[in-house]
């Protein structure tokens, strides 16, 4: 064991109602909105097949041209009610908006930059609005921030000179200027999404960003911070170097999901984007265009293993939301509307996986989700339950299944038969568990 100073600063499993609201939340809507949003992916007429928000890298544009994107943000169509309600639709429990990117561009009048939305012709604030609306639609609201910051002259990635640390250290003081200014102008914030934290120089600064998370969590008790805000004074990130997760949940799970249980042991977040690689708008997705369905399969796992799905939304530069994703609302929509009882406030359901799909549960409840994504040829859908739990009755909501019957074929071990089934999205079946084996003719011995 190593000795940690700068590791955690709260407890791994939080139990205060902020904490068990963003369990209980489960879904929510990531949002990538910037100056990146108005060359969407093309610069000087070239296509960039990279993620449309590091454009300014990959077409390596100096940064006083790429700050000239400022002059013409003009997002007259940006509707945040519009927003919110579309969100509402698809089922979405909480936002995290980008207020800041690498490019360093900040979507609120801040007094730490000239490099903000007020020297843009649109000039006023855009998270007062987004903030109100989407907390007016019953939204919790977490603000994306990233500490990498391209515009900001004291930036440095590395700290190898006495010039480095103190153009640091004023970097730093402005990361915690900016930070406490976004609390304090936006106080029913929910929490901080931190990102560009894996540079040297931040994971030279694990004091520093423990005393963040500290007077963040002092200016606003009860705040969520996630796991990427962390380096511990040894520059082991997400985690200390004794294995303790800092923030309140982990989120190294960018675009890509957990696989088996060890993911229990703390709060975690997996955060998706609808093409393979595309968090800020880009004019052209290239190649795979995730569907509903894989998306809902997505939110479902997560759920299953105790975590929460963050799907990302680019919209474009007037602040208009693309036709893919319009079509997301409406899909993911209609079917959280049918079974979003089986994702919000559920987590691991303590059953063995089977591959016809997830178990889900809201925790203490007798009462099981089997959320079924693949169908067995044979129909038949296995439960293998321990050994002091019995099924004591099942149904299905809503209209695919013709009849479902229940046959015992080993201890604790059944399978569920379909019959008829008609259904393009994945559907819900409930079980409910009971500790005794009440024989009420449920069960049918195997017909051998
Ligand atoms: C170096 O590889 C990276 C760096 C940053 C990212 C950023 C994306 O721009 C987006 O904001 C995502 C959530 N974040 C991890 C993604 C991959």
Same mark, same amino acid.
């Given at each position: 064991k190593k000795e940690v100073q700068y590791g955690p600063v709260s407890p791994e499993?939080?139990?205060d109602p902020a904490m068990e609201k963003w369990r209980d939340n489960r879904f929510g809507q990531f949002i990538h909105w910037g100056l990146y949003a108005i060359p969407a992916g093309y610069w000087k007429g070239k296509y960039y097949k990279g993620a449309? %928000? *590091?454009?300014?890298? #990959?077409?390596? &544009?100096?940064?006083?041209e790429w700050a000239k994107l400022a002059e013409e943000f003009n997002p007259e169509q940006y509707d945040p009610e519009e927003w919110a309600s579309m969100a509402k639709q698809m089922g979405a429990r909480y936002v995290v908006l980008t207020t800041k990117h690498h490019e360093g561009f900040c979507l609120w009048p801040s007094q730490y930059t000239d490099f903000d939305i007020s020297n843009t012709p649109y000039q006023k604030d855009l998270l007062k609005p987004f &903030?109100?609306? $989407?907390?007016?639609?019953?939204?919790? =609201? $977490?603000f994306y921030y990233s500490v990498l910051d391209w515009y900001h002259p004291d930036w440095r990635y590395a700290l190898k000179?006495? %010039?480095d640390k103190q153009a640091f250290e004023r970097f730093k003081t402005f990361t915690k200027n900016?930070?406490? %200014?976004?609390?304090? /102008? $936006?106080?029913? &914030?929910? +929490?901080? #999404?931190?990102? +560009?934290? *894996?540079d040297a120089s931040w994971k030279a600064s694990g004091q520093f960003s423990y005393e963040l998370e500290k007077h963040m969590k002092q200016l606003k008790p009860g705040l969520i @911070?996630?796991? /990427?805000? /962390?380096?511990?004074? #040894? +520059?082991? /990130?997400?985690?200390?170097s004794n294995g303790q997760m800092m923030g309140d949940y982990a989120s190294g799970w960018e675009r890509k999901l957990p696989t088996d249980t060890s993911v229990l042991h703390n709060d975690w977040e997996a955060c998706m984007t609808v093409p393979e690689n595309q968090w800020g708008y880009h004019k052209n997705w290239e190649g795979h265009v995730k569907t509903p369905t894989e998306l809902i399969e997505m939110m479902v796992r997560c759920t299953a293993l105790s975590g929460n799905f963050l799907l990302n939304f680019g919209p474009k530069e007037d602040g208009s939301i693309r036709e893919e994703e319009q079509l997301l609302v409406k899909e993911i929509g209609n079917w959280m509307e049918q079974y979003g009882n089986a994702i919000y406030n559920c987590a691991y359901a303590g059953l063995e996986k089977q591959d016809w799909g997830y178990f889900t549960r809201e925790p203490g409840s007798k009462t099981v989700n089997m959320v079924v994504c693949n @169908?067995? =040829?044979n129909k038949a859908l296995r439960i293998q339950l321990p050994k002091n739990l019995f099924i004591q009755h099942y149904e299905y909501m809503g209209k695919p299944l013709s009849k479902l019957t229940l046959e015992e074929i080993g201890k604790n071990e059944y399978f569920i038969h379909l019959g008829k089934v008609k259904t393009k999205q994945p559907f819900v079946i409930n079980i409910q568990l009971t500790s005794e084996k009440t024989d009420n003719g449920l069960y049918q011995k195997a017909k051998t």
């Open positions: 499993k939080r139990t449309a %928000e *590091w454009l300014k890298s #990959w077409a390596k &544009v100096p940064m006083n &903030v109100e609306a $989407y907390n007016k639609a019953g939204i919790d =609201v $977490y000179s006495e %010039e900016q930070l406490s %200014e976004l609390i304090e /102008r $936006y106080p029913s &914030v929910k +929490g901080f #999404w931190f990102d +560009g934290t *894996w @911070i996630n796991s /990427r805000m /962390r380096a511990d004074e #040894w +520059g082991s /990130r997400h985690f200390d @169908i067995p =040829v």
